[in-house]
């Protein structure tokens, strides 16, 4: 029952978006006619009928291009697929890296227990969870075109698609976020588990630190980290179209803006839609993850 009510409220979350969309591409195209709130809403339930219409008969219609050059016209569901994978590969490794990285620096940082190690991270994850996305893309170019004007150095590419180099700064900069989310609570979790006396009994009985982490702090600690990276996965795909669009990378963030300038509402409302979709299904999953190391820490049946 639980799986029907979230699959029930994707569903719903779905139809919403295409309905916003509708409604907000017909209030930016029909800016200069001034047209009043009828005619907006008249025009907007026009196009969602069109949309529902179309997808109940298996077919997604023409969307824009995710071409640089633009002015070109493919199938929406070729569109999507293709656009759709090409940003799962960024989100799916600058979410790893995040979760590797931050899981690791925060657990480390906690089991120093020194509070210049503990200054320094919050330092850390403070100014990177407060710069702008575009800004670190800038200082990333700007210090690999420093590097191969002076030592010939060339660290990446610096725009285009590509399933090689071409990842490594769109990577980065979409997987530094989320990484100071992570090890910030990484950290705090880990901290306070290792306050608790049974960490101290732990201990007094002579185990390793490795077995008290693994076993004790890091199990207990699962279910904020798991949050923490649910959040991560939030703020990536929320900085997905900036990123791919500096790195001119032909995305869903790429394509939904390309449609949000031709005020393309069935195309914006599907990859707005599949995004939503793809924060939905993932968080649901994270939250079954963290119900059951919630349940094994508090010993309840699974």
Excluded: C
């Excluded at 608790?196 to 904020?224: C, M, Q, W």
């Amino acid at each position: 029952m639980a799986v029907l009510t979230r699959l029930l409220l994707v569903a719903l979350t779905f139809v919403l978006i295409v309905v916003l969309s509708q409604v907000a591409m017909v209030s930016a195209r029909t800016r200069l006619e001034r047209a009043d709130l009828g005619t907006i809403a008249g025009q907007a339930w026009e196009g969602t009928q069109d949309y529902f219409t179309s997808l109940a008969t298996g077919s997604l219609g023409e969307a824009t291009s995710t071409s640089i050059l633009g002015g070109q016209r493919r199938a929406m569901g070729e569109l999507l697929v293709d656009a759709y994978t090409k940003s799962m590969v960024l989100v799916v490794l600058s979410i790893g890296l995040a979760t590797g990285l931050g899981i690791l620096i925060g657990v480390l940082a906690a089991a120093t227990r020194s509070p210049r190690a503990r200054g320094v991270l919050l330092t850390i994850t403070t100014l990177t969870v407060s710069l702008p996305s575009f800004l670190v893309a800038i200082l990333l170019v700007l210090f690999g075109a420093e590097l191969t004007a002076h030592y010939g150095v060339r660290l990446w590419p610096t725009f285009g698609f590509g399933i090689d180099n071409h990842l490594i700064l769109p990577v980065l900069v979409l997987a530094l976020r989320p990484f100071a989310q992570i090890a910030n609570f990484a950290y705090l979790a880990t901290d306070d588990i290792l306050r608790l006396d049974y960490i101290r009994t732990a201990r007094a009985k002579g185990l390793a630190e490795s077995v008290i982490f693994a076993r004790h702090a890091l199990a207990n600690a699962a279910v904020p980290i798991i949050g923490a990276v649910a959040t991560g996965l939030s703020i990536a795909l929320s900085t997905l179209p900036v990123v791919e669009v500096f790195f001119s990378w032909p995305g869903l963030g790429f394509a939904l803006l390309q449609a949000v300038r031709r005020f393309d509402a069935a195309t914006a409302g599907t990859l707005l839609g599949a995004l939503a979709v793809t924060i939905a299904l993932i968080r649901f999953a994270l939250d079954a993850l963290a119900d059951h190391f919630a349940r094994r820490a508090t010993g309840a049946p699974a």
